[in-house]
């Protein structure tokens, strides 16, 4: 794919990494791609940072005809930088959006957008370890009239956040809240699409429990309120009877890659790890009977993020003694080891530009 690449004159400096926060910089550039029924993408181009025009009847705007990625870039301690399995994003980008009847692209192409953005912004990639350039490619219709069918316009899009370390105050256990009112998707829905919809679903139940003081929501599914899916926008793993277990892939449940790498690098620790439906039932006897040793969630921000109080209606229980346990430190120092480059990576996950 070509890219036509447009360079700021106005280039700004990154602020000091222990100011950076989530989200909230963004990188001197930013990468556009159209795409229409008749021409297929075309107009590759990296141009300045900064707002974009829309049509008001643009369909995203109407029917939340949008997806979205998050990938990291990390910087290694030889100076380097590096991805994290980056083609497991570029093929769940293409998966939602086939769901969502957007526009799929050539994962090869995807993939050159994605390094020809990150060396052209290279120093955007902070240096201390926990630190990272976020990535977030994201895809929406950009139809201009108001009917309702499959998009003929849209627009993938690349922006970059340089991000401070999420565990800047030391990893500390949180607390969640059993969700039993709102459900964040169902089965034949879009659970499995990393699509901006799910997330306006589901902020309701997060301010709620964010009132009661838990830091995310445990999701149920959504057809029979049972069994357990998600931890606010994480996947979660349990340890329970030392063996891990993990909702299976319903449909509903977002597949994470962080998910996928924890379940790889668990099995070669020895672990035994079932992915299968867990019930709120089961999952509440077994802490009661303390069988329940660990409980976390996993996703690219975090990467684990250890649960130590959980609630469920007027009642919280505590896993753990509220402290972050052993297998959730494993997992934390295996998958920050390889992505940071700290320690080899014998998977061939890591993709150096
Ligand atoms: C992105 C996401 C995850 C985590 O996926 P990773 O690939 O590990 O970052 C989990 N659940 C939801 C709802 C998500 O949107």
């Given at each position: 794919m070509e890219i036509k690449i447009t360079k700021t004159t106005t280039p700004q400096t990154m602020p000091p990494e222990e100011k950076l926060g989530f989200g909230k910089v963004f990188t001197d550039h930013m990468l556009l791609v159209d795409w229409s029924k008749?021409?297929?993408?075309?107009?590759?181009r990296i141009v300045p940072f900064g707002r974009i025009s829309l049509h008001p009847a643009s369909t995203v705007l109407h029917y939340g005809a949008e997806i979205f990625e998050g990938l990291k870039a990390y910087r290694r301690e030889d100076g380097g930088v590096q991805l994290f399995r980056p083609m497991e994003n570029i093929k769940r980008m293409n998966r939602s959006a086939e769901r969502m009847s957007l526009p799929e692209m050539d994962e090869n192409d995807m993939l050159q957008l994605l390094t020809t953005f990150v060396k052209l912004e290279?120093?955007?990639?902070?240096?201390?370890?926990?630190?990272s350039l976020y990535l977030r490619p994201f895809l929406f219709g950009n139809d201009e009239a108001l009917g309702v069918h499959a998009v003929h316009n849209a627009t993938f899009m690349l922006i970059a956040s340089p991000s401070g370390s999420y565990y800047a105050e030391g990893i500390n256990p949180v607390g969640i809240m059993i969700e039993n009112?709102?459900?964040?998707?169902?089965?034949?829905?879009?659970?499995?699409a990393k699509c901006g919809g799910n997330y306006a679903a589901s902020t309701r139940a997060g301010e709620r429990a964010a009132k009661k003081g838990y830091s995310q929501v445990l999701w149920l599914d959504g057809v029979e309120r049972k069994y357990i899916e998600e931890v606010g926008a994480m996947n979660v793993m349990f340890k329970i009877n030392g063996e891990i277990v993990t909702p299976m892939l319903t449909g509903s449940i977002l597949p994470g890659i962080t998910r996928k790498s924890c379940i790889e690098v668990l099995k070669d620790l020895g672990y035994t790890v079932t992915e299968r439906l867990l019930s709120v039932d089961e999952l509440l006897s077994a802490l009661k009977s303390g069988a329940l040793e660990e409980a976390w969630g996993c996703g690219t921000a975090a990467v684990v993020s250890p649960i130590g109080k959980l609630a469920f209606g007027e009642e919280e229980y505590v896993i753990g003694g509220g402290k972050i346990g052993e297998v959730t430190q494993k997992l934390y120092d295996v998958l920050t080891g390889i992505q940071w480059g700290k320690q080899s990576d014998p998977y061939g996950w890591v993709y150096k530009l």
């Open positions: 008749e021409k297929g993408w075309y107009d590759a290279e120093k955007w990639v902070p240096k201390s370890f926990g630190t009112e709102d459900v964040r998707t169902v089965r034949g829905g879009t659970g499995y």
